[in-house]
Each structure stands twice: as C-alpha cells, then as structure tokens.
C-alpha cells in the first residue's frame, strides 16, 4: 500500500516535494517511480529510482526535479523545484516489485503494480 502526501498549490518558480510511504513490504528491492496525469490524457512517467539509487528523469524535468528512497522509512520522494505551470498534473507514486533494470527505466503505468492514491500539483502564474 502506497499513501502519498505533500504536494497542494505553488506559485510559478516555487518548489513543493510529494512523498510516498510504503506499507506492508520492504520495497528496496522494488522499482519506485512517480507518474503524472492530467485530466482525459494518460498517465506519464516522470522518474524512477532503483533498488540501487540509479535514477531516470522525464527529459522535460531534468535539473529540476529529484526523486530518492528512504529505504529506513520505505517512503519515496518527489522535490521539485522551478516549478512551471506546465507542471500542474495530479502525480502518482508507483511501486514494482521488480528491478527497474527488468521492466526499464522508462516503463509504462500498465508495468507497476501499486499506486499511490493521486496528489494535485497547482502552479499559478
């Protein structure tokens, strides 16, 4: 079971930082990665971390988003910084339990098994 929290409204340039505890299994050996989606569109990646730290990021996030694993905490998380208003999305946490290197740093909504429940990221202008 995956609870997020964080995220809420920010101003255009601002920072915010989602995280995802994990309950009912010890997910360090689990792909984590965090998903956005805007209403009607497909759920899209936006980063993933492995078991062991390696991390990959949506090209239009690159320098300003960072995710990483607590693994003492089972709690994964999203900061985000210079946040763009094309950045508004409600944002998923993922869990897999499998290596990321398996199912690909850049695997699709369909290859994760658990989800957190969604949390709406607003950016104003």
């Known amino acids: 079971q995956l609870e997020q929290s964080g995220g809420g409204s920010v101003q255009s340039g601002g920072s915010l930082t989602l995280s995802c505890a994990a309950s009912g299994d010890t997910y360090s050996t689990y792909c984590m990665a965090w998903f956005r989606q805007s209403p009607g569109k497909e759920r899209e990646w936006v980063a993933f971390i492995g078991s062991d730290g390696r991390t990959n990021y949506k090209d239009s996030v690159k320098g300003r988003v960072a995710i990483s694993l607590d693994n003492a905490k089972n709690t994964v998380y999203l900061k985000m910084n210079s946040l763009k208003t094309e950045d508004e999305y409600t944002y998923f946490c993922?869990?897999?339990?499998?290596?990321?290197?398996?199912?690909?740093?850049?695997?699709?909504?369909?290859?994760?098994?658990?989800w957190g429940q969604g949390t709406l990221v607003l950016v104003s202008s």
């Open positions: 993922a869990a897999e339990p499998r290596l990321c290197e398996e199912i690909g740093y850049d695997a699709a909504e369909a290859d994760f098994m658990f």
